[in-house]
């Protein structure tokens, strides 16, 4: 993994990390690449917010990996800040060759490096590979998770 880098994505990525979010069954569903301004729109919010990390794996110029790791500042555990890690995703070509391992790692790391107690992540109940993914990390299951979409 020498020849990879792992930087702040910028608003030239959006395409790259959208094209990602909606290669797969989950992401193909709700992902729309053909509305860019939407993600542009986002991307700009996320850009100015000092909490948001937003990143890219690159490899030769190429974006081939991404994820987003938000500090959230907390009161439970004696104040304690916590990370959560959002949105992972690998192209497709490059799955299975290490490089999730190595955006978690990097967020981990950044976490530590942030002065977050915990790192915390959720993972779609569909997506039973990757909760073995997480748990050959580190990673339990400890607890049971609850969306509303709205």
């Known amino acids: 993994m020498s020849d990879l880098v792992i930087r702040a994505a910028t608003a030239e990525d959006v395409p ?3 094209a990602m979010l909606a ?3 989950l992401g ?3 992902e729309s690449p053909s509305e860019p301004a939407v993600y542009q729109a986002a991307f700009a919010h996320i850009a100015v917010d000092p909490n948001q990390h937003l990143v890219v794996a690159e490899r030769a110029g ?3 990996g991404t994820l987003q790791l938000t ?3 907390g009161l439970s555990r004696r104040g304690a800040s916590r990370a959560l890690i ?3 995703r690998v ?3 490059e799955r299975g060759g290490g490089l999730g391992g190595e955006l978690i790692r990097w967020a981990v790391d950044e976490a530590r490096r ?3 107690a915990l790192v915390q992540l959720t993972s779609d109940n569909s997506r039973v590979d990757a909760h073995r993914f997480y748990e050959r990390l580190g990673f339990a299951a400890t607890h049971t998770g609850f969306k509303l979409t709205l």
């Open 23 to 25: 290669d797969d069954p």
């Open 16 to 18: 790259a990390i959208v």
């Open 71 to 73: 500090v959230i500042p």
């Open 28 to 30: 193909a569903q709700r």
């Open 91 to 93: 192209r497709a070509d």
């Open 62 to 64: 190429a974006v081939v």
């Open 86 to 88: 959002e949105a992972v």
């Open 114 to 116: 942030l002065d977050c």
